[in-house]
């Protein structure tokens, strides 16, 4: 019976870290990707708001004139540009369209809501 419980653990694992909060270190990792991704003719970048919800990211930024949204997500452990425009991208209907489920497009939009 022990190697039957052994074989569930990643299981039980999987369903228990996708309940705990994102941490500091995926704030820090999105950051580091919309840096990397806007980040153009060496001007700095300022990522003015990240939103998340389990592997989805929302970020807003600005660089000198410049500013806009950017939708990312996680894979294979790396934040990954999904959709980035100049203009807001703040509705559940556009992030579903960039790739994201509904729920993590609609949990997105309520953390929006709720900072304003």
């Known amino acids: 019976m022990p190697s039957r419980s052994l074989a569930l653990l990643p299981f039980c694992l999987a369903a228990v870290s996708a ?3 994102k941490s500091a270190l995926d704030r820090d990792q999105v950051r580091g ?3 990397q991704n806007i980040g153009v003719n060496g001007s700095p970048v300022a990522v003015e708001r990240i939103y998340l919800s ?3 990211a ?3 930024w600005s660089q000198g004139e410049r500013k ?3 939708v990312l997500a996680r894979r294979s452990g790396r ?13 559940q209907a556009q992030l579903q369209r960039a790739g994201v489920p509904d729920f993590a497009a609609e949990m997105l ?3 929006i809501r709720e900072s304003d």
């Open 19 to 21: 309940c705990i909060p």
């Open 33 to 35: 990707a919309i840096v």
């Open 54 to 56: 389990g592997d989805y």
């Open 58 to 60: 929302l970020g807003f």
């Open 68 to 70: 806009g949204d950017i």
């Open 79 to 91: 934040w990954s540009q999904l959709l980035c425009g100049n203009g807001p991208i703040r509705n």
């Open 109 to 111: 939009v309520r953390q």
